[in-house]
């Protein structure tokens, strides 16, 4: 009967040194003129729907 071959255990990895804190990245705001200043958009869902119904494109009259 052949030997079954025994592998060495694993290393443990490495601890990983800590990392120093860094801040984020912040962007400057770009230069604007006073009458540029953004404006939100407004929200999708105040207005009312722009599809009625998924089944009005059946009755168009349209005939194969």
Request: charged share 20%.
């Amino acid at each position: 009967m052949p030997a079954v071959p025994v592998e060495p255990y694993p290393e443990p990895p490495m601890p990983v040194p800590p990392q120093p804190d860094i801040p984020p990245v912040e962007e400057p705001e770009p230069d604007r003129l006073p009458d540029e200043v953004p404006v939100p958009n407004p929200d999708e869902n105040d207005g009312p729907p722009k599809v009625l119904s998924s089944f009005t494109g059946l009755q168009s009259g349209i005939s194969c």
